[in-house]
Every structure is written in structure tokens, then in C-alpha cells.
């Protein structure tokens, strides 16, 4: 199998942006997916996660209320809507499935 992760970039505070991580070569609607993040010099974090069927999610407390996972399981593509960005959002964010990571994309909240 293949997680492939598009949408980051870098963003003024206060922006948003959407990652989309696109699952290839399994059965993605079997799978409850997350999204991890890790900043320069931190370890690798959970930042939000999704049941296989989209019905129950939970967030870093960090992120709580500004970012919000989501899914396709007819496009297998799990989403992170991320709102009212702040730099200690900047990381390398990572799209999982049970044994499987993504490669990564970087999004950078800067002025």
C-alpha cells in the first residue's frame, strides 16, 4: 500500500490550509487513518484521527477547534482542514494508516 500527501505550503498566521493524503493499494475504508506532525528538533505527535466509517474523530489538544480531519472512502483520501494557523503549527505533517506513513509535507505559518 501507498499513503501520497498533497496541500501543504507556508501561511501568515491566522491562514488556512488543506492537506489531503490519498490512499492507494489497500482497503482504505477498513482503516481508521490519522495525521501526525513533527517539528525540527521534536518528536513525531498525533494531531487528529478518524474511525474507518468518518464517525468518531478526536485532536490534539493543541489543535482542538481549529482543525478538523475528514474523509472520502469512495476518492480513499482522508483530509485536514487546518484553520486560524499559528506558527507552532509549523511541522512536517504526516498522513498514517495501521503500518503505513505517508511521506510527508511541510507546512510552514510565518509572517
Known amino acids: 500500500g501507498q499513503l501520497v500527501e498533497s496541500g501543504g505550503g507556508s501561511v501568515q498566521p491566522g491562514g488556512s490550509l488543506r492537506l489531503s493524503c490519498a490512499g492507494r493499494?489497500?482497503?482504505?475504508?477498513?482503516?481508521?487513518m490519522s495525521w501526525y506532525r513533527q517539528a525540527p528538533g521534536k518528536e513525531r505527535e498525533l494531531v487528529a484521527a478518524i474511525t474507518s466509517g468518518g464517525g468518531i474523530t478526536n485532536y490534539a489538544d493543541s489543535v482542538k477547534g481549529r482543525f478538523t480531519i475528514s474523509r472520502d472512502n469512495v476518492k480513499k483520501t482522508v483530509f485536514l482542514q487546518m484553520n486560524s494557523l499559528k506558527p507552532e503549527d509549523t511541522a512536517v505533517y504526516y498522513c498514517?494508516?495501521?503500518?503505513?506513513w505517508g511521506q510527508g509535507t511541510q507546512v510552514t505559518v510565518s509572517s
Open positions: 498514517k494508516a495501521p503500518g503505513l
Open positions: 493499494g489497500f482497503t482504505f475504508s477498513s482503516y481508521p
